[in-house]
């Protein structure tokens, strides 16, 4: 894995990589670009236009006071205006409330396409980052804390754009505005007691709301944990109640519950005591302010109307205030949120293309493996120094006991993984040279362990070639020998396969994989253990089917049961990640070495099944 070479503190990731933690303000600097796209004209005149109506609707909130406090001015008894001049006003009222609040309501409405778009993109993104990563991340991975952490980092972006960008920025230029207007009607006290009430305000929001972002951050990774143990616990319900573990599940769903129940008291006791803050420092700033606006009024210096407009300015204050709690403490929870995911998408990938990687047109299917070198970890090799040569429309098999390296080849062959010597070719170029899709689009694979769509045997068979026409997934599936066991359901090629395929055996989710495999129509066919698990009869009517999708195609196979294998043109004998024998059955036989002793046990062994 690469370590970083910053000086800066570091997280760890899911899979175990050391990525490095990057302040608030570099994860705001990190969603611009989707705010404000380059390749998006529209979405940037949207964002244009919702701050133009931004700013009429804070300009005719701030006008509103003051136009209302002239109408009480007017209707004073000892002011003795015509009905004309407050009837002008009040209408003015009525006008310049209509229009903060139409100019608001359109700056959302125009911005609500650019929020939608900008998390689609945030999430498009990381998601196919998720499968450009390695296969070394995917064996290590939790899925329902990757889950978990794109559901709360799209929740938390649009929570950081619904309300960083139409309520910070508008709230503190609102404080401003009020302040001035304060300042230039009144005198300096007044505008003085107001900044100081907003920066007690906002010290004591900042500072509790910091504390609870913590208690945040534990109440997230109590929330993941739950969630991964109950998803990997549900994908393993067979071999939970084959030993019989559902209380020792429980109690492991359980601890992370009761973590999260914790952290969640926490933060709501943190948050009754916060509004309780938040109140008492406004309400007494409040009553400070109106009564020397009172005693003004007293002494004659001040009229109703100004202590009407004095009033109005702070409870209207207070409203966007009070929010600005709120809305500092979503922006710092949505932060956090989407701090996971885009450090999900800062995740290097470990196998990459490299620039100026060519396409892999119309391949031959020929594959060599020179003197490869490989291991996992640096200090443990699985291969070590394996060559073999695969012709056009040929076929080798590898076969030996469970961890020489078998379907380690396999994975390299699919660059799963980078040999860390020696070379793979494919039609006489290196593998690392040619780009991963045209690559794997050459190759087709039949597993061991055949994994389903949740979804309908036509989408399964069909995502061997996405588009293919029903007549096209119908003759894949006749050539499988899963046709006529297709009709036989109740709803046919519609039937749905359930989780990982599990509503059907393993010998139907083969023939389903080999029918995706044959509408794929690869160059290149690997054969990884695909009868393994099979019984005898079964995998004997498997291998007819694959015997038809590896016909005039490259195959490389790796067996278990050497009695699948002996139509192979070479036979290769992998021991501790060396070759130690090569060539085909009889030759093989003849030598007496281990590929003949590894037969001779397995047909005793069967001698024994049958017998019993």
Same mark, same amino acid.
Request: aromatic letters at 8%; hydrophobic letters at 45%.
């Given at each position: 894995?690469?370590?970083?070479?910053?000086?800066?503190?570091?997280?760890?990731?899911?899979?175990?990589?050391?990525?490095?933690?990057?302040?608030?303000?570099?994860?705001?600097?990190?969603?611009?670009?989707?705010?404000?796209?380059?390749?998006?004209?529209?979405?940037?005149?949207?964002?244009?236009?919702?701050?133009?109506?931004?700013?009429?609707?804070?300009?005719?909130?701030?006008?509103?006071?003051?136009?209302?406090?002239?109408?009480?001015?007017?209707?004073?008894?000892?002011?003795?205006?015509?009905?004309?001049?407050?009837?002008?006003?009040?209408?003015?009222?009525?006008?310049?409330?209509?229009?903060?609040?139409?100019?608001?309501?359109?700056?959302?409405?125009?911005?609500?396409?650019?929020?939608?778009?900008?998390?689609?993109?945030?999430?498009?993104?990381?998601?196919?980052?998720?499968?450009?990563?390695?296969?070394?991340?995917?064996?290590?991975?939790?899925?329902?804390?990757?889950?978990?952490?794109?559901?709360?980092?799209?929740?938390?972006?649009?929570?950081?754009?619904?309300?960083?960008?139409?309520?910070?920025?508008?709230?503190?230029?609102?404080?401003?505005?009020?302040?001035?207007?304060?300042?230039?009607?009144?005198?300096?006290?007044?505008?003085?007691?107001?900044?100081?009430?907003?920066?007690?305000?906002?010290?004591?929001?900042?500072?509790?709301?910091?504390?609870?972002?913590?208690?945040?951050?534990?109440?997230?990774?109590?929330?993941?944990?739950?969630?991964?143990?109950?998803?990997?616990?549900?994908?393993?319900?067979?071999?939970?109640?084959?030993?019989?573990?559902?209380?020792?599940?429980?109690?492991?769903?359980?601890?992370?519950?009761?973590?999260?129940?914790?952290?969640?008291?926490?933060?709501?006791?943190?948050?009754?005591?916060?509004?309780?803050?938040?109140?008492?420092?406004?309400?007494?700033?409040?009553?400070?302010?109106?009564?020397?606006?009172?005693?003004?009024?007293?002494?004659?210096?001040?009229?109703?109307?100004?202590?009407?407009?004095?009033?109005?300015?702070?409870?209207?204050?207070?409203?966007?205030?009070?929010?600005?709690?709120?809305?500092?403490?979503?922006?710092?929870?949505?932060?956090?949120?989407?701090?996971?995911?885009?450090?999900?998408?800062?995740?290097?990938?470990?196998?990459?293309?490299?620039?100026?990687?060519?396409?892999?047109?119309?391949?031959?299917?020929?594959?060599?493996?020179?003197?490869?070198?490989?291991?996992?970890?640096?200090?443990?090799?699985?291969?070590?120094?394996?060559?073999?040569?695969?012709?056009?429309?040929?076929?080798?098999?590898?076969?030996?006991?469970?961890?020489?390296?078998?379907?380690?080849?396999?994975?390299?062959?699919?660059?799963?993984?980078?040999?860390?010597?020696?070379?793979?070719?494919?039609?006489?170029?290196?593998?690392?040279?040619?780009?991963?899709?045209?690559?794997?689009?050459?190759?087709?694979?039949?597993?061991?362990?055949?994994?389903?769509?949740?979804?309908?045997?036509?989408?399964?068979?069909?995502?061997?070639?996405?588009?293919?026409?029903?007549?096209?997934?119908?003759?894949?599936?006749?050539?499988?020998?899963?046709? $006529?066991?297709? /009709?036989? %359901?109740? &709803? !046919?090629?519609?039937?749905?396969? =359930?989780?990982? *395929?599990?509503? #059907?055996?393993? @010998?139907?989710?083969?023939?389903?994989?080999?029918?995706?495999?044959?509408?794929?129509?690869?160059?290149?066919?690997?054969?990884?253990?695909?009868?393994?698990?099979?019984?005898?009869?079964?995998?004997?009517?498997?291998?007819?089917?694959?015997?038809?999708?590896?016909?005039?195609?490259?195959?490389?196979?790796?067996?278990?049961?050497?009695?699948?294998?002996?139509?192979? $043109?070479?036979? /290769?004998? %992998?021991? &501790? !990640?060396?070759?130690?024998?090569? =060539?085909?059955? *009889?030759?093989? #036989?003849?030598? @007496?070495?281990?590929?003949?002793?590894?037969?001779?046990?397995?047909?005793?062994?069967?001698?024994?099944?049958?017998?019993?």
């Amino acid at each position: 894995m690469r370590r970083s070479l910053s000086a800066q503190p570091t997280l760890p990731d899911f899979a175990g990589a050391r990525i490095p933690e990057r302040s608030t303000l570099e994860t705001i600097r990190s969603l611009l670009p989707y705010l404000w796209p380059k390749d998006s004209a529209g979405a940037r005149v949207r964002v244009s236009l919702a701050m133009l109506f931004l700013i009429a609707a804070k300009g005719a909130t701030v006008l509103v006071p003051l136009v209302y406090s002239r109408a009480v001015d007017a209707l004073a008894p000892q002011m003795g205006g015509v009905l004309a001049v407050p009837l002008g006003l009040i209408v003015g009222y009525g006008l310049l409330r209509i229009a903060a609040s139409g100019f608001g309501e359109l700056r959302d409405a125009i911005f609500a396409a650019v929020q939608q778009r900008t998390v689609r993109r945030v999430a498009l993104q990381t998601f196919r980052h998720l499968h450009r990563l390695s296969l070394r991340f995917h064996l290590d991975r939790q899925t329902g804390g990757l889950s978990r952490a794109i559901d709360r980092g799209t929740s938390g972006i649009e929570a950081v754009l619904r309300l960083a960008v139409f309520n910070v920025v508008p709230t503190l230029v609102e404080v401003a505005l009020v302040t001035a207007i304060l300042w230039r009607l009144f005198d300096w006290r007044y505008a003085a007691l107001t900044l100081l009430a907003v920066a007690c305000y906002l010290a004591f929001t900042f500072g509790l709301t910091t504390w609870r972002v913590r208690i945040r951050r534990t109440m997230n990774e109590s929330d993941s944990d739950a969630k991964t143990k109950a998803v990997d616990s549900l994908l393993n319900y067979e071999t939970v109640k084959y030993f019989g573990n559902e209380g020792h599940e429980a109690a492991r769903f359980d601890e992370a519950l009761s973590r999260y129940e914790r952290a969640a008291v926490r933060s709501q006791v943190t948050l009754n005591l916060l509004n309780l803050g938040q109140a008492a420092i406004i309400s007494t700033a409040l009553a400070l302010i109106m009564l020397m606006a009172a005693v003004e009024v007293q002494a004659g210096t001040l009229t109703v109307g100004r202590f009407v407009l004095v009033n109005t300015y702070l409870m209207q204050l207070y409203v966007p205030l009070n929010m600005l709690g709120f809305v500092y403490r979503e922006i710092k929870q949505g932060l956090v949120d989407m701090e996971q995911m885009f450090r999900l998408i800062r995740v290097p990938a470990e196998v990459a293309d490299r620039p100026g990687a060519k396409p892999l047109v119309a391949p031959a299917g020929e594959v060599v493996f020179e003197d490869v070198q490989f291991g996992y970890r640096p200090d443990r090799l699985i291969l070590r120094g394996v060559s073999f040569r695969v012709p056009p429309g040929g076929s080798v098999a590898i076969v030996g006991p469970t961890g020489a390296g078998k379907s380690t080849i396999s994975r390299l062959l699919f660059r799963f993984y980078d040999v860390t010597g020696g070379r793979v070719l494919v039609d006489g170029q290196d593998i690392r040279d040619l780009t991963q899709d045209s690559l794997r689009a050459a190759m087709g694979v039949v597993p061991q362990d055949t994994v389903l769509f949740n979804d309908t045997i036509r989408y399964n068979i069909a995502y061997g070639r996405p588009g293919a026409s029903q007549a096209e997934i119908e003759q894949a599936a006749k050539l499988a020998q899963v046709h $006529d066991f297709v /009709l036989r %359901l109740p &709803d !046919g090629y519609a039937t749905r396969v =359930g989780e990982r *395929g599990l509503k #059907l055996s393993g @010998g139907e989710k083969q023939r389903v994989a080999i029918a995706r495999t044959i509408l794929k129509d690869p160059r290149i066919l690997l054969l990884d253990e695909a009868t393994s698990a099979l019984d005898t009869r079964t995998e004997q009517d498997i291998q007819g089917a694959l015997r038809t999708v590896a016909f005039h195609r490259t195959t490389l196979s790796i067996a278990h049961r050497l009695s699948t294998v002996v139509d192979a $043109d070479q036979i /290769l004998v %992998l021991e &501790d !990640g060396l070759v130690v024998e090569r =060539g085909t059955h *009889g030759e093989l #036989l003849a030598l @007496g070495g281990t590929y003949a002793r590894m037969w001779a046990l397995q047909a005793e062994q069967q001698e024994q099944v049958e017998a019993a």
